[in-house]
């Protein structure tokens, strides 16, 4: 069985740095083709991609905030993490991982619970 | 950088049909995906590749996509379908979601 499961601070402080992992089981990120997903969700709005990450180490990542994430694997400890700078009240959110199984095309197949993050001095 | 848009809402009565439209430049040359998410809970994966469904997906939901646009459809709406519903897309790579469609089964 699939799982993934975000963890990380409920609240950050404006201009702070945020990580976040993504723990997950029942499947490998050594696995060709496979990839883990972050996504978040604004209060009330709607879904934001924001980065992935393959088996093989290629990164993407939004194209507004690229300059503010940073994403990375452990595989040998079935983590992904997220990182995201300067932090700002905007980026309160729940956010979310996400895996793409290694089926060319095949879409975000599982997702974890989320994880909220609120921005506030 | 690349943009999906879908209608706000869309209202229907049950047991109707329900089409949910998602428009993007030259989307029909992407694959769209399409995700439900009910209220506080995590979306779950309806269509990928266009049209096909994802496991355990009732057949209730068909999808396609052409041109400018990509649609959801709905047949026989049940009030267990009341959810947000994105559209969602890669451009080079990049994930783009959709601005969301909230279903309202009246």
């Known amino acids: 069985q699939v799982t993934l499961r975000e963890s990380g601070p409920a609240l950050v402080k404006p201009t702070q740095t945020l990580t976040l992992t993504c723990y997950f089981s029942?499947?490998?990120?050594?696995?060709?083709?496979?990839?883990v997903n972050w996504i978040r969700q604004p209060p009330g709005k709607a879904l934001e991609w924001l980065a992935r990450?393959?088996?093989?180490?290629?990164?993407y990542y939004n194209t507004s905030l690229r300059n503010r994430l940073t994403i990375s694997k452990d595989t040998s400890r079935s983590q992904v993490v997220l990182t995201m700078t300067n932090m700002d009240p905007v980026d309160t959110a729940t956010y979310y991982c996400a895996r793409m199984p290694p089926r060319p095309d095949y879409g975000m197949d599982v997702w974890g619970p989320g994880t909220t993050v609120i921005v506030s001095s | 950088s690349y943009q999906l848009t879908q209608p706000p809402s869309v209202s229907v009565s049950p047991g109707q049909t329900a089409s949910i439209t998602c428009s993007g430049e030259?989307?029909?040359?992407?694959?769209t995906f399409w995700y439900q998410q009910k209220a506080g809970q995590s979306p779950i994966l309806l269509i990928f590749q266009d049209t096909e469904r994802h496991s355990g997906i009732s057949e209730r939901f068909s999808a396609s996509n052409s041109g400018n646009t990509a649609t959801l459809t709905i047949s026989g709406t049940q009030s267990m379908d009341e959810a947000d519903y994105y559209c969602?897309?890669?451009?080079?790579?990049?994930?783009?979601f959709g601005t969301g469609t909230r279903v309202t089964v009246l």
């Open positions: 030259k989307l029909g040359t992407k694959y």
């Open positions: 029942g499947f490998s990120l050594s696995t060709p083709g496979v990839s």
């Open positions: 969602q897309a890669w451009d080079n790579k990049i994930g783009v």
């Open positions: 990450i393959y088996w093989d180490d290629d990164k």
